[in-house]
């Protein structure tokens, strides 16, 4: 838990804060193929995704690894995931996405917040 509110603090501090801008624009070059929500997407529909119960989108089925997660989705639980999905959720199978680096990540997190 502290690991997770540092990172969180971390991220909030970091120079050049993140913006849903950058955010969205690695999000159409490296998420959007698998999470553009239509219908046999291999990733499930992002929209409201930031606040809910991990493993909840309808119509989707989740690894047990995501399954036995408890929480919600929030910037150190996404931060994480973004970070090493196997890690998070052994069995996970998105595959490592491309934010090597904690702007990238926080960037798309905050692309993330302004879906509805």
């Not at 499930?44 to 690894?63: D, E, H």
């Amino acid at each position: 838990m502290r690991r997770a509110i540092g990172l969180a603090m971390l991220l909030i501090l970091l120079p050049g804060a993140a913006s849903a801008a950058d955010g969205e624009r690695l999000f159409k070059l490296q998420c959007k193929g698998c999470h553009a929500g239509g219908q046999g997407d291999p990733g499930p529909a992002l929209p409201g995704v930031f606040g809910a119960k991990i493993a909840s989108r309808p119509g989707f089925t989740y690894s047990a690894g995501l399954q036995a997660r408890t929480g919600v989705w929030d910037a150190a639980s996404l931060d994480a995931f973004l970070t090493s999905p196997t890690a998070f959720a052994p069995g996970a199978v998105m595959p490592k996405p491309s934010l090597a680096t904690p702007q990238d990540r926080a960037a798309v997190i905050e692309y993330l917040k302004t879906l509805r």
